[in-house]
């Protein structure tokens, strides 16, 4: 079958999950269609794909045009939280399944009856009808509509997911929820060599970064906190002589290398598997608290620390997972300022933690208080014993277990395969 795949263009969570979906399926002819950094992400990982259309650089009626020529010829269509991709497919009368790690995160205002009308009366003439009939839809909302409307719905186990696909099933439309355990390249991670010479003493892994507000050059006050910090960090730990920085920020010729009190630090955008291998490596491990990177380091037997919140999702995941060990020793912004409000929202939510970056950037005596708390986090973190490490992997792929996800995608594949045979022998 020929497959269009496509992932949400907000950091490299969706993308990466999206690659982790596709690289098993290569039987089939797998096309990605994205922008932005998505497309960056599958460019850097291009065995993910046979072909890879960046629509970036599209005018809208260009794009629009582009993606769905690709749709008019597939014979199923792969979303990973992109709402508008799983829109155009179901105008396109193609097949398609909504895949997605953050089912019970979203939150509608509507309840259930009123989506489920608007999808019932969604026009099927062309996208824009479409669009505009799903305009008065907040974002969230157009995430749990396109999964109303997706012949399958494929979602990633979590807390918080079983009430929603109750919440879902009162909406009395839709497909059945395919609970599946982590979205994660398991052929990758299975095929990671371990090192005698590791070479770094520390990863930090701070993912795509840019998404609907963060990006490299505008509201992009965490990285510059970040840039401050690095130098600070190699002063306050000698034995972390060899540290490697990755993430979206560094890529496209921003790739920097600081040097400071006898440590280096080398910030790079390394291709997927390529920080597989460096997080297998590496005894010790920060991660901005994305679900794809925390189910990697989960599968490879490392209990990552959590560095401070980016976007709303990472506070959102830092509560969910507040019982764990993982979720009490990871750093929050929390630390620094303990009384500023946090709107409980994702583009306010996101907005306030930018801003607030930038506050402690810039002020001398919050920045002091966020080095002090940063360095207690990482000195509790390097005190953990090996069992207790073990117990706090242990606990998390507990809490996030569910069907291999591979196992549920081909069993879907084969169902539209079959419907795609029995369609061409009728005509």
Not at 112 to 129: F, H, K, M, N, V
Not at 257 to 283: F, I, M, P
Request: aromatic content about 8%.
């Amino acid at each position: 079958m020929r497959i269009v795949m496509g992932a949400q263009n907000c950091g490299f969570g969706p993308v990466s999950e999206l690659v982790a979906v596709s690289r098993p399926l290569h039987e089939h002819e797998r096309v990605f269609v994205g922008d932005g950094v998505a497309a960056v992400f599958a460019r850097r990982n291009p065995d993910a794909f046979d072909t890879v259309h960046d629509v970036g650089a599209l005018s809208g009626d260009a794009r629009s045009a582009a993606i769905d020529d690709l749709l008019r010829g597939c014979d199923h269509v792969i979303s990973v939280m992109d709402a508008e991709l799983v829109f155009r497919s179901v105008v396109a009368s193609r097949p398609v399944t909504m895949v997605d790690s953050l089912f019970s995160f979203w939150k509608p205002t509507r309840p259930p009856a009123i989506l489920r009308d608007a999808c019932r009366a969604l026009p099927r003439s062309g996208y824009e009808a479409a669009d505009r009939h799903l305009s008065g839809l907040s974002p969230h909302e157009r995430v749990i509509a396109a999964h109303l409307l997706a012949t399958h719905s494929v979602v990633q186990n979590f807390p918080g997911v079983t009430e929603r696909a109750a919440w879902f099933a009162a909406c009395g439309e839709g497909p059945e929820v395919h609970v599946t355990g982590p979205i994660i390249d398991v052929e990758g991670l299975r095929n990671v060599a371990r090192t005698a010479d590791p070479p770094y003493d520390l990863l930090i892994n701070i993912g795509g970064f840019k998404n609907f507000h963060l990006d490299f050059d505008v509201h992009n006050d965490y990285v510059r906190l970040l840039h401050r910090w690095i130098p600070d960090l190699l002063q306050d730990w000698p034995r972390f002589r060899r540290v490697l920085v990755c993430g979206g920020p560094f890529g496209d010729g921003r790739e920097r290398t600081v040097r400071t009190a006898g440590g280096r630090a080398d910030c790079r955008l390394l291709r997927q598997r390529e920080l597989l291998q460096a997080a297998a490596n590496t005894e010790h491990y920060l991660l901005a608290p994305g679900l794809t990177a925390l189910h990697e380091a989960i599968a490879l037997g490392r209990l990552p620390l959590a560095i401070h919140e980016q976007h709303y999702a990472h506070v959102f995941t830092m509560r969910a997972l507040g019982g764990t060990l993982f979720g009490r020793a990871g750093s929050r912004f929390a630390d620094v300022v303990p009384c500023h409000p946090l709107p409980e929202d994702d583009f306010a939510g996101t907005a306030a933690l930018a801003e607030l970056a930038g506050r402690v950037r810039e002020d001398r005596e919050l920045y002091a208080t966020y080095r002090r708390t940063f360095n207690e986090r990482i000195e509790q973190y390097l005190f953990l014993t090996p069992p207790q490490r073990r117990h706090g992997v242990e606990e998390l792929d507990n809490l996030l277990n569910g069907a291999p996800v591979h196992s549920v995608m081909n069993e879907i594949l084969d169902v539209s395969h079959a419907s795609c045979r029995a369609a061409r022998g009728r005509s």
